[in-house]
T-cell receptor, first 114, second 110 residues
Framework: EDQVTQSPEALRLQEGESSSLNCSYT??????LFWYRQDPGKGPEFLFT???AGEEKEKERLKATLTKKESFLHITAPKPEDSATYLC???????????????FGQGTILTVHP | KAGVTQTPRYLIKTRGQQVTLSCSPI?????VSWYQQTPGQGLQFLFE???????NKGNFPGRFSGRQFSNSRSEMNVSTLELGDSALYLC?????????FGPGTRLTVL
């Protein structure tokens, strides 16, 4: 069974204090690893997709990286508006009972103080 | 391009009742999936539809069902509601590998 574990559960940063969020996963075969951001009372907002070990993607202050066992979301010089829950999810290779299914981690609640 | 829309945004029901939630995907997206989000269990996969066919189903009881129409719009139904069904129900439409989520329907069962 696919599993995703995110750490830490919660992270408090001062504005400008860089840090990283971790996503460890086990999956029979990885089609893609996804990062989403979720604000309170809203649906998850897509950030990145990573497909293979060694891949990196960047968007503003966020950078996602992928290894064969985990992914990191690096936040550089965060601002208060980066406060949100960050969710990691894996999609196994297509076919069988895994078709279209994303398995999510529990998320990391990030709070950035001014 | 408009995003995924879900109606209604909020619902209050009592135990034993049934409820139908609606989802309109992003234009051109033919795949729609549903997820349940609760504080204790997080986001859990309910089912996915593609071209009116259910392609996959998560580990939920038969009280949870869905369907997709020819215009790709989808509905999910929960019968005989239980207190534990209180959750945020999220719909997502998919383009290739990426799922885009709607704002969700907050269901409260009293």
């Amino acid at each position: 069974e696919d599993q995703v574990t995110q750490s830490p559960e919660a992270l408090r940063l001062q504005e400008g204090e860089s840090s990283s969020l971790n996503c460890s996963y086990t999956v029979s075969g990885l089609r893609g690893l996804f990062w989403y951001r979720q604000d309170p009372g809203k649906g998850p907002e897509f950030l990145f997709t990573l497909y293979s070990a060694g891949e990196e993607k960047e968007k503003e202050r966020l950078k996602a990286t992928l290894t064969k066992k985990e992914s990191f979301l690096h936040i550089t010089a965060p601002k208060p508006e980066d406060s949100a829950t960050y969710l990691c999810a894996v999609q196994p290779t297509a076919g069988g009972t895994s078709y279209g299914k994303l398995t999510f981690g529990q998320g990391t609640i990030l709070t950035v103080h001014p | 391009k408009a995003g995924v829309t879900q109606t209604p945004r909020y619902l209050i029901k009592t135990r034993g009742q049934q409820v139908t939630l609606s989802c309109s995907p992003i234009s051109g997206h033919r795949s729609v999936s549903w997820y349940q989000q609760t504080p204790g269990q997080g986001l859990q996969f309910l089912f996915e539809y593609f071209s009116e066919t259910q392609r996959n189903k998560g580990n939920f009881p038969g009280r949870f069902s869905g369907r997709q129409f020819s215009n790709s719009r989808s509905e999910m139904n929960v019968s005989t509601l239980e207190l534990g069904d209180s959750a945020l129900y999220l719909c997502a439409s998919r383009l290739e590998a990426v799922k885009f989520f709607g704002p969700g329907t907050r269901l409260t069962v009293l």
